[in-house]
């Protein structure tokens, strides 16, 4: 068995050889072929990961494995989309078997997470990479943009922000602590569980919608942008976890929720009308501020007035939330 | 204007943000939208290329957009596929403007010839490496697969062979010779033109087909492996050029038609009598063999003799058909 063969072997064990829902034909032909069910649109979102830009040299392949699909079907969520099926196109200066099984096995247990399937890809020699391209569906006009949102409505998140940029100096062994703290926040970063509950929930209630991957305030800039409107964002709403307070502290927690990527939650603008009946459902949405005339982000303090963002964006790994 | 969003910037021009047939949402959102017709499949297809290993350091911005586009659609066309759309994922070094116009003019050129539209991408920063998953409609159940060949069949290929290997020295400027001999060899290689026409003209018809891209022999070798069956050529009906014979001797264009990969025309299997009908359509058919019992591929020489291949594979362009 050739090297890149063997490759094939791992992915094959952990995908779909054969047809399945939504799949007419997985892998081993020029094409893989989908079917999509009346009244559906299909949605796509392509990712690339580099080492070094965004994730550390020599990651453990297993937990790689879990993040690099997760980030992608993120974007499904955001959509409002069911999962249905993946290509992997991975990039690899050797074909290592434990590595590439470890990888697999990431892969695979995320994919089963997100009821997702490996329906094609391709792999090639040279410095470690990774493009996931995700496919979903998602009933026609329900997908969830980045455009409509109203003045008026709420603006939510998903849930606590900045575990994920607040892992960085774990994740690049710059610092250790107790587990107890530790664990929540390197789970945040290496398996970011996409909101796809919440995501189809949303269809038909949310106005606006994507997930966090820039960090809080660039990300709502980008709703902010394509709506035409301006987002109000109370600080002391914004929440954050009890591990991520422990491990950086007040300040930099706060930085981390505002400024941070690699969260994965979804934000999202909803008429008022819309909360309650979301939220006895059980679904992690905090209210943060809401949508007002105007353009970009205005950030409040606890007692109502501006305060000057901490920074405007996020570089990736490298730069985290500094 | 940062860097990348420079890159955004220019592919943009070359694609399409608006909504258009078959793509409900374009480049800007978490994901793209596509729409399906009712009755139809859509075909999927991952290809990446990486600088040293599928094209040479320092390409021809132009050309390699041109390229890397040709090669992708050309999945597309094996399964008698309509193209719709492309994701492209490019990492990049450094964003120098002058390459990323080339470039995008060259992607952009391939894309209106094969009627395809930019949908969505990403952009990284890292070692030159270029991801494409294109997206095609076929109606459903009509998609050309590798696993239908049937003994009797005829074994055809969609015009000469060998051009794009025979231009490697050219490509890699280890040779030179007349214009005449080397412009339609280095066409061949830059500008493949995937064979949409004759991969629509096959469905219903072709019992198989894939695009020649790791050589005739292994590619056959795939067709008969996953049909179960044998494919007889008869090595002096493989089209060769006059352009390749006369740059590299017919010894050595022999060996690129076998072996060489990167041509990207069709190899299909289909019963003998549709082979007048589409001939008298005009599309560029040559019958090189048949499908036999039993299994691999037999090459034979102009007495019907069994010959030994001159190589079994094809390992992009480094090695070329030596």
């Known amino acids: 068995m050739g090297e890149f063969e063997l490759i094939r072997h791992y992915f ?22 989908l079917d999509l069910p009346a009244g559906e649109q299909l949605a796509i979102s392509t990712d690339t990961l580099v080492v070094g830009v965004h994730f550390p040299e020599s990651p453990d392949p297993f937990l790689l494995g879990q993040r690099a699909l997760g980030v992608s079907v993120s974007d499904l969520a955001a959509m409002g989309a ?7 196109a991975i990039t690899l200066p050797s074909a290592d078997p434990d590595w590439l099984q470890a ?4 892969l695979d247990q995320m994919a089963q997470r997100c009821a997702i399937r490996l329906i094609g890809g391709d792999t090639t020699r040279g410095p470690l990479s990774l493009t996931l391209t995700v496919f979903g569906r998602v009933p026609k006009g329900q997908a969830l943009t980045r455009s409509g949102a109203q003045i008026g409505d709420l603006l ?24 107890a703290v530790t ?8 398996s ?14 949310a106005t606006a919608a994507l997930d966090i991957s820039d960090g809080l305030l660039a990300d709502c800039g980008h709703i902010a942008a394509a709506s035409g409107v301006a987002l109000v964002i109370e600080q002391a709403q914004v929440p954050v976890s009890t591990a ?38 059980g679904l992690p949405i905090q209210v943060i501020g809401r949508v007002a005339a105007g353009e970009g982000v205005i950030l409040l303090d606890s007692r109502g007035q501006p305060v000057q963002p901490p920074r405007s964006g996020y570089q990736h790994f490298g730069s985290a939330c500094d």
């Open 244 to 281: 991520l307070l422990a491990f950086a502290g007040e300040a930099r927690a706060r930085q981390c929720a505002l400024s941070g990527g690699d969260d994965y939650r979804l934000a999202f603008t909803l008429p008022a009308h819309f909360l309650l009946e979301l939220q006895q459902m």
């Open 192 to 205: 970011p569980m996409p909101q796809l509950d919440l995501g189809c929930a949303l269809r038909g209630k």
């Open 183 to 190: 664990q929540p926040l390197l789970a945040r970063y290496w």
């Open 12 to 33: 094959a064990a952990a995908s779909c050889a054969q047809a399945g829902e939504g799949v007419a034909l997985g892998i081993g032909d020029d094409c893989a072929l």
């Open 103 to 106: 990888f697999a096995r990431g």
């Open 156 to 179: 939510c998140v998903g849930g606590e922000l900045g575990d994920a940029a607040g892992a960085l100096p774990l994740v690049l062994g710059q610092r250790q602590a107790e587990q």
């Open 82 to 88: 069911t999962p249905v099926g993946f290509t992997l």
